[in-house]
């Protein structure tokens, strides 16, 4: 039998910059050299598909240890399907899920839970991106009106899409408030390792712990190449989590390359020490913007997102010197991200150019 073949060269050109950072977004990050290295461990030879190989097997183990025994995790392609995923295995076809105005399956999926998912998305304003018991039961309401989506499922986010974070007992008490009612609760969990950062404490203890049913448990942003994973940690609450996968088309064939990922991150204190260290440069980031005359912080900083507001030439300007996203553009808000390979010389020149630009007027 022929040895597996081993790549020495090959024809792809370099086509970027590779010391080139911005702070539009953790998504722009490369792949963090750690799952790189994975990915080249678990390549060779040939693994059973769709799930059946041994690092999808293991990662079952991987999960438990930071979710609990009853968590099952099923690897999914990125984030919308990992959401529109979990989302139709709480709900029934006349279901409804209630979230934040801000919540990414309402503002940044392109209608995907709607239009795929069949769900219908009951939004309510919120302070600071963060959902309250009295603020769902904006939504929460008309179970026996035959008129009415009924609302089946709250939809959270951890870290939210301002970038703030809910507390364990502020999980604990929607949970209650919404099981009360007959509902279930999801969290979007793409930077769920940001908030274990901030919060100082383990994955499960305001997941599991806290009452949440499933979770999207986010890769993609702390380093992975691709990749994210629906977790189910209430297993009397769904059904047919395999199928739904299949029917929604986020079944890897080749999901050793997913689960091998995961294994990287989560065996050991990758996921947290890639998580502090964006959550510490976006700290960096707000000492530095805060010391700018004109530059106003618009939320609390808790994870690894800066929200401000500036004036509007002042951004357009830096904006050719720095990757970054207008939030609101008319009312001159702005986002900066950090990722895990932001470095301080990368927020201390991105603060100085800010200056810059403000000293312009």
């Given at each position: 039998?022929?040895?597996?073949?081993?790549?020495?060269?090959?024809d792809?050109i370099r086509r970027?910059?590779?010391?080139?950072r911005?702070?539009?977004?953790?998504?722009?990050a490369?792949?963090?050299?750690?799952?790189?290295?994975?990915?080249?461990?678990?390549?060779?030879?040939?693994?059973?598909?769709y799930g059946?190989?041994?690092?999808t097997?293991?990662?079952q183990?991987?999960?438990?240890?930071?979710?609990?025994?009853t968590?099952?995790?099923?690897?999914?392609?990125?984030?919308?399907?990992?959401?529109?995923?979990a989302?139709q295995?709480?709900?029934?076809?006349?279901?409804?899920?209630?979230?934040?105005?801000t919540?990414?399956?309402?503002?940044?999926?392109?209608?995907?839970?709607?239009?795929?998912g069949?769900?219908?998305?009951?939004?309510?304003?919120?302070p600071?991106g963060?959902?309250?018991?009295?603020?769902?039961?904006?939504?929460a309401?008309?179970?026996?009106d035959?008129?009415?989506?009924q609302?089946?499922?709250?939809?959270l986010?951890?870290t939210t899409?301002l970038?703030?974070?809910?507390?364990?007992?502020?999980?604990?008490?929607?949970?209650d408030?919404?099981?009360?009612?007959g509902?279930?609760?999801?969290?979007?969990?793409?930077r769920?390792?940001?908030?274990?950062a901030?919060?100082?404490?383990?994955?499960?203890?305001?997941?599991t712990?806290a009452?949440?049913?499933l979770?999207?448990?986010?890769?993609?942003?702390?380093?992975?190449?691709?990749?994210?994973?629906?977790v189910?940690?209430?297993?009397d609450?769904?059904?047919?989590?395999?199928?739904?996968r299949?029917?929604s088309?986020?079944?890897?064939?080749?999901?050793?390359?997913v689960?091998?990922?995961?294994?990287a991150?989560?065996?050991?204190?990758l996921w947290l020490?890639?998580a502090?260290?964006?959550?510490?440069?976006?700290?960096?980031?707000?000492e530095?913007?805060?010391?700018?005359?004109?530059?106003?912080?618009?939320?609390?900083?808790?994870?690894?997102a800066?929200f401000a507001?500036?004036?509007?030439?002042?951004?357009?300007?830096?904006?050719k010197?720095y990757?970054f996203?207008?939030?609101?553009e008319?009312?001159g808000d702005v986002?900066w991200?950090?990722?895990?390979?932001?470095?301080?010389?990368?927020?201390?020149?991105?603060?100085?150019?800010?200056?810059?630009?403000?000293?312009r007027?």
């Amino acid at each position: 039998m022929a040895d597996s073949p081993t790549v020495t060269a090959t024809d792809a050109i370099r086509r970027h910059d590779p010391h080139s950072r911005g702070f539009a977004s953790d998504n722009y990050a490369g792949a963090h050299p750690e799952i790189l290295a994975a990915l080249a461990l678990a390549n060779g030879g040939h693994q059973v598909a769709y799930g059946e190989d041994a690092y999808t097997g293991h990662l079952q183990e991987v999960f438990r240890g930071h979710f609990g025994p009853t968590a099952e995790v099923y690897p999914v392609f990125n984030g919308t399907g990992a959401n529109v995923v979990a989302l139709q295995a709480v709900t029934e076809r006349w279901g409804a899920v209630v979230c934040a105005e801000t919540a990414h399956i309402n503002v940044d999926e392109c209608g995907a839970p709607e239009r795929v998912g069949g769900l219908k998305l009951l939004t309510v304003p919120t302070p600071h991106g963060k959902l309250t018991p009295e603020l769902i039961d904006r939504q929460a309401w008309g179970w026996e009106d035959e008129h009415r989506a009924q609302p089946q499922v709250v939809s959270l986010t951890q870290t939210t899409e301002l970038g703030t974070c809910y507390t364990p007992d502020e999980i604990r008490e929607i949970c209650d408030h919404a099981h009360e009612r007959g509902m279930r609760v999801h969290v979007d969990g793409s930077r769920l390792a940001n908030a274990a950062a901030t919060l100082g404490l383990p994955l499960r203890a305001f997941t599991t712990d806290a009452g949440v049913d499933l979770l999207s448990f986010g890769g993609t942003k702390n380093g992975l190449l691709f990749g994210e994973c629906v977790v189910v940690l209430n297993p009397d609450a769904v059904k047919a989590m395999k199928h739904l996968r299949k029917l929604s088309m986020q079944l890897a064939s080749k999901m050793r390359f997913v689960s091998v990922q995961f294994e990287a991150l989560l065996a050991g204190d990758l996921w947290l020490r890639s998580a502090a260290h964006a959550n510490a440069m976006a700290r960096r980031l707000e000492e530095g913007v805060r010391g700018v005359p004109g530059v106003e912080v618009l939320h609390p900083v808790q994870s690894n997102a800066v929200f401000a507001r500036l004036p509007h030439d002042v951004s357009e300007r830096l904006q050719k010197r720095y990757r970054f996203y207008f939030w609101d553009e008319a009312a001159g808000d702005v986002r900066w991200m950090c990722a895990f390979d932001t470095a301080e010389e990368d927020v201390d020149g991105f603060v100085g150019a800010l200056r810059e630009e403000m000293a312009r007027g």
